[in-house]
């Protein structure tokens, strides 16, 4: 059976709330063996992601300050369509609003390990290999 | 666009012990991704290093924490099984520690850790499983 390859991947987490941030971070790490950047307000996230090839997957929490998730995956998806953005929240009426968006998944917390080895199978790996020669 | 999480009904914030049931879930898959030779880098042993620390230190009164956990036959000794319990998930961070740091573990401590693992999800009964992982075989 052929494994999985991970790529190169850069994600980016932004979430305020540090006990769930460094929760994703570390099954994130975990997951691919790369290094994954966080942050807890949305315009911290936004000028990072703003730079070159600095984020292939955001995952951002719908409540954080600064800007939301909503308007941070709107600003991320007009600059840089490629990027997939999944959004997060304790609250399942802003799905409509999520898809509308464009986002890519909408995770509904609370949340699990599983949920977040699925994110890693469907945009890591399973995309790696759509693009393989 | 890709549903993941909760059920609609049941969504709400994450709580104190939706993490640690979550990271505690994590650090068995960490051990048993371990006993099973998957490539640990540098990456990987940072995020088992933190991850053990944080189900170290957070592990305390499991019995309120885990629904159905098993207060059979062991309740007429002196420890109650909840308390073992909580040994043994403190024993398994340490085991994790110990493992990231490349102190040795050879044959007898890998056979306590597999013990200690199984003894710990069938306490949990871990409904649904870890479903595909392979990407933990590889760095």
Redesign the interface.
Known sequence: MRCAIIPNVKIAIVEDDVLVRNFVVNTLEFSVNREVVAFEDGFEALHHISSDNCADIVIADINIPQIDGIELLQKIKKKKPEIICILTSGSSDLEKQAGDSGADAFLRKPYTVNDLFKIVQTFVVEKNKETEP | ?????????K??????D??FL??L??LI??MKAHIEGY?M?K??K???L??AR?VESECIDLGRLVPGLKTGPEKSQSMDFDHVFYQRVKLLAAMSIAIVKDEKVENHRKKSLKENLQIICEALTLH?G??????????
Do not use: C
């Not at chain 2, 666009?1 to 009904?9: I, N, V």
């Open positions: 666009m890709l549903l993941l999480g909760a059920d609609s009904e969504s709400r914030e994450m709580d104190l939706d993490i979550s990271r879930t994590l898959v960490m490539p880098g990456v990987r940072k995020a088992v933190e991850n944080h649904g870890i479903q595909n992982a392979d990407f933990l075989k590889v760095a």
